[in-house]
């Protein structure tokens, strides 16, 4: 079988290759995926690079999430073959993987793999960061890289709750697709000065909370863009850049800053609180209440071609591996 790994930390497209190697035998509570599609996400770049949280045991597979269909268990697993399945594995860019048993999600036969296989890092998040946050409706949310998927995702459920999202964008072309999926108000950050604008939009009173991805300035300026109270919750750093925090408006505001990480969300939830998610993620996919977009399809065999893609600016969703 086919697998991406990496014996040294860099650019993925130039420290991955294609190995050959021999299909794993799945072992006692462990189930054999054949592995069908699996997305290019920030966080998967992250790892290869060495800057991620979980740092790679050399020589490592690469990406974290795919879909594909159960082609064999292990000893005491019942769970029916050609089921589909979501999954979570280092070396998810694999033809086939073993994982637990336990860790699997199952999807409805009528899901494409291409959306189940987007299932769990961005779904998972923006149901946990908007769970965490409280936020009810007429509260307004700030969400910096709105065109992202993550802050697509959360628009869609804000939405439903009745919380005011507003976004930022780099290119005025997002701004109708994201207006459509329910955003409140979306503002093109470089027209337009967001603290000016989020103040005008709110009335003075600033927003609720921000949820941000950027880091840098955007990040700088979301902190100014605060209500009394209000939260900053740091879950991505897209810009590579550090942002400022004015120690006045921090204490005179009473603002928060705090980080999010799915991983330690997932090992601190209850397992009510993570079973209350995905049954919510997966009814809503799969419903199509809930959207997610890829934007192109590569063969294992692209990989560089897809990782320089997903790099890029501009992008309408997200890239995807077919496997
Ligand atoms: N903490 C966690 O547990 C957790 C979990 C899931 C995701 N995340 C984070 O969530 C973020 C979004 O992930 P995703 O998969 O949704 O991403 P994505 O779909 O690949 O989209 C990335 C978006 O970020 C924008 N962007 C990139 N660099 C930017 C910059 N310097 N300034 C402003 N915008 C920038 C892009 O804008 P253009 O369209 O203009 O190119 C694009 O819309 C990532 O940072 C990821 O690591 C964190």
């Known amino acids: 079988m086919k697998k991406l790994i990496f014996n040294q930390v ?16 799945p072992q006692a509570g462990d189930v054999l995926v054949r592995v069908k599609a699996s997305p290019i ?8 690079e060495g800057g991620y949280g979980i740092r790679p045991q050399l020589p490592s597979g690469a990406g974290f999430e795919g879909a594909g269909i159960i082609e064999a268990v292990g000893e005491g697993v019942n769970l029916p073959l ?38 769990f890092v961005n779904p998972i998040t923006a149901w946990a960061m908007l769970y965490e946050s409280g936020l009810r409706k007429d509260d307004y949310l700030l969400l910096t890289a709105g065109g992202s998927t993550f802050a697509q995702l959360v628009v869609q459920m804000a939405a439903k ?24 108000e979306v503002i093109n950050t470089e027209e337009v000065n967001l603290a000016k604008k989020v103040r005008e939009l709110t009335e003075k009173k600033g927003v609720n909370y921000c949820f941000d991805a950027v880091g840098g300035e955007i990040a700088s300026q979301a902190i ?3 209500a009394y109270k209000g939260t900053l919750l740091v ?20 603002l928060s800053v705090r980080g999010f990480w799915l991983t330690t969300w997932l090992q601190e939830a209850s397992k009510e609180v993570r079973k209350e998610a995905t049954n919510d993620i997966i009814s809503m996919l799969n419903q199509g ?15 560089k071609e897809a990782l320089l893609h997903a790099q890029g600016e501009g992008r309408t969703g997200k890239i995807l591996l077919k496997i």
């Open 82 to 119: 050609g089921a589909k399945v979501s999954f979570t594995s280092i070396g998810a860019w694999s033809e086939y993987v073993t994982v637990p048993a336990k860790s699997l999600m199952l999807l409805p036969d009528t899901m494409p793999l291409e959306i189940g296989a987007q299932v």
């Open 235 to 254: 879950y991505g750093m897209l810009s590579l850049k550090e942002m400022q925090v004015h120690n006045g408006l921090m204490i005179f505001k009473n």
């Open 41 to 48: 996400n920030p966080s998967d770049v992250a790892f290869v």
């Open 161 to 184: 709750k009745g919380v005011k999202t507003i976004c930022t964008v780099r290119r005025n072309d997002q701004i109708q697709q994201l207006r459509e999926l329910g955003a409140w």
């Open 224 to 226: 100014q863009c605060l």
């Open 10 to 25: 860099g650019k993925p497209e130039n420290v991955l290759s294609i190995e050959e190697t021999t299909i794993p035998q």
């Open 289 to 303: 209440e809930l959207k997610v977009k890829v934007d192109k399809t590569y063969e294992l065999d692209q990989f």
